[in-house]
Each structure stands twice: as structure tokens, then as C-alpha cells.
């Protein structure tokens, strides 16, 4: 009796243990899914003003592979360039710092470096849509001066601090 009292007592828990994680797998898969709209809906907004119209869309799967959409096809994100994938990682990270800040007070955004492989174009359609996108604080650490030069030449008020 003991024994069979013990078995069912072990099989409750397993029991359990069973729904426990069935709904924690429905959980987890009902948060990816809707965060994964959230980041693809947003990214896709946002790619098409940091990339100057180039591209106008992205896709992001549940295993978080990222394609640009073309009329033709999806282009998986190994297959455009360094420049480009720098973008396309832009438009991700604000995705998901809006994501984040979920409508309340925004943060900072802080890049190191982020823009060395955009070329002088890039750079300046990124610098001048980051201005009008975020009306918030946006720091730049960086070693070199284009970004410097491209907010000066374009009437972008800034502050330089140069350590």
C-alpha cells in the first residue's frame, strides 16, 4: 500500500511537472511570436529611412535569421554587404530599444564604433535619420572624425567631447 501510495504521490508530481512545462512552452512561444512581429513590424519601419529608401522591408524567422525583402526574393543577410548589415543590425537594435522602452521615457542610445563600415554616404543618411527619428540623447564614441565632419557640414547641432 505503501508503495503504491508512493508511486501515485510521484506521478502527481510528474504530473505536474508535465503541465508546468507545456505551459511554459506555450508562454515562451507566445512571447517570441508577438515579439517577433513587434521586431519585424519596427524594423521593417525603420529600415527603409536609415538605408535611404534601398530597402523598405525585413523579415526576422523565429530563429532570429534576418532577410531583406526585394520584389523578387528574400535575401538572406549573409548575402548583402558589410555596410548594409551594419544597417540592417541598426534598425534591429532600435527595434528593440523601442520594444524595451514600450512608450515610456526614453533612454539614451549609445553606439561605439558603429559606424565604421558605413561609407561617407551611409553615414550621412544614417546620422541625418537618427537626428529626425530620435528625439532623444544619442551618444557616439568614436575614433575617428567623419561623423564630426558629416554633422557639421550638414547643419546638425551636436556636442564634441574629445578625450
Not at 46 to 64: A, C, F, H, V
Not at 86 to 107: E, F, H, P, S, W
Request: glycine content about 4%.
Amino acid at each position: 500500500k505503501r508503495t503504491l501510495a508512493e508511486n501515485e504521490r510521484v506521478q502527481e508530481e510528474l504530473d505536474a511537472i508535465d503541465l508546468a512545462m507545456d505551459t511554459m512552452t506555450t508562454l515562451s512561444t507566445s512571447i517570441r511570436d508577438s515579439f517577433g512581429l513587434y521586431l519585424n513590424k519596427t524594423a521593417s519601419e525603420l529600415i527603409g529611412g536609415i538605408t535611404g529608401n534601398i530597402y523598405s522591408s525585413m523579415s526576422i524567422d523565429e530563429n532570429l535569421n534576418i532577410f531583406m525583402n526585394t520584389p523578387t526574393r528574400l535575401v538572406p543577410i549573409e548575402q548583402v554587404s558589410s555596410g548594409t548589415m551594419d544597417q540592417i543590425y541598426l534598425a534591429v537594435r532600435l527595434a528593440a530599444a523601442k520594444l524595451v522602452q514600450n512608450g515610456r521615457d526614453t533612454m539614451p542610445l549609445i553606439f561605439d564604433d558603429s559606424f565604421v563600415l558605413y561609407d561617407d554616404e551611409r553615414l550621412k543618411t544614417a546620422l541625418k535619420w537618427l537626428v529626425k527619428a530620435y528625439d532623444s540623447q544619442i551618444i557616439i564614441f568614436t575614433c575617428h572624425q567623419r561623423e564630426a565632419q558629416l554633422l557639421t557640414a550638414n547643419q546638425i547641432q551636436y556636442h564634441l567631447v574629445s578625450i
